[in-house]
Nanobody, 119 residues
């Protein structure tokens, strides 16, 4: 059993930054960040493999978002810079068996944290 708790969401103006945290209890192979905006499908944002360190990003966030992990704290972070209104969504972290942006590979999910980008 893996439990995940996200934090760090909030309201920010376009061009601003936020850092999301995902605190993890239990063993996992990969952590993914996903987001879902109202009326839209859930989208894979970024993922990191705990063992290999492999990292992947969605094209929509490349160069703006950075995923990292602190194994000592069992926490994965998503640093989000140059935020745009299109980044507004509920952000979820998930634990799974494969470092992929496809949600079907993830078995455990956090409760989500809201990110709102608006002027």
């Amino acid at each position: 059993q893996v439990q995940l708790v996200e934090s760090g969401g909030g309201f920010v103006q376009p061009g601003g930054s936020l850092r999301l945290s995902c605190a993890i209890s239990g063993d996992y192979y990969a952590i993914g960040w996903f987001r879902q905006a109202p009326g839209k499908e859930r989208e894979g944002v970024s993922t990191i493999s705990r063992s290999t360190g492999n990292i992947f990003y969605a094209d929509s966030v490349k160069g703006r978002f950075t995923i990292s992990n602190d194994n000592a704290k069992n926490t994965v972070y998503l640093q989000m810079n140059s935020l745009e209104p299109e980044d507004t969504a509920v952000y979820y972290c998930a634990a799974g068996a494969r470092a992929t942006l496809m949600s079907q590979w993830y078995d455990y999910w956090g409760q989500g944290t809201q990110v709102t980008v608006s002027s």
